[in-house]
């Protein structure tokens, strides 16, 4: 069992930055923590992923050269810095893990096993 709980989330303008971060309750080597995002009215969607064993990275296209997905050990915790926000970005986020994968993680959403709540995002323009 991989408990994970976001926070971080807020309201900023277009442009303007904002760092999620996903506490594990403990380091789990060799997982793939992803972050999602639904938007009202939307399904969710994969953002940005990670392989905690050796930070191999994946993201969308919508992603790429504006988030950056992280993570520190020692803290047990990973981060989505999310910069150049614009109002499309404004989603619920989450982050879920799997564990026992192979990296490239992938980013569908039934790929993932364990959630976190959310923490809400809003990007006014």
């Known amino acids: 069992q991989v408990e994970l709980a976001e926070s971080g989330g807020g309201s900023v303008q277009t442009g303007g930055s904002l760092r999620l971060s996903c506490a594990l309750s403990?380091?789990?080597?060799?997982?793939?923590v992803g972050w999602f995002r639904r938007a009202p009215g939307k399904e969710r969607e994969g953002v940005a992923a990670i392989y905690t064993g050796t930070d191999t990275t994946t993201y969308t296209d919508s992603a790429k050269g504006r988030f950056t997905v992280a993570q520190d050990s020692a803290k047990n915790t990973l981060y989505l810095q999310m910069d150049s926000l614009k109002p499309e970005d404004t989603a619920m986020y989450y982050c879920?893990?799997?564990?026992?994968?192979?990296?490239?993680?992938?980013?569908?959403?039934?790929?993932?096993?364990?959630w976190g709540l959310g923490t809400q995002v809003t990007v006014s323009s």
């Open positions: 879920a893990a799997v564990q026992s994968p192979e990296p490239p993680c992938r980013l569908g959403a039934n790929d993932y096993s364990y």
């Open positions: 403990m380091y789990y080597h060799n997982i793939c």
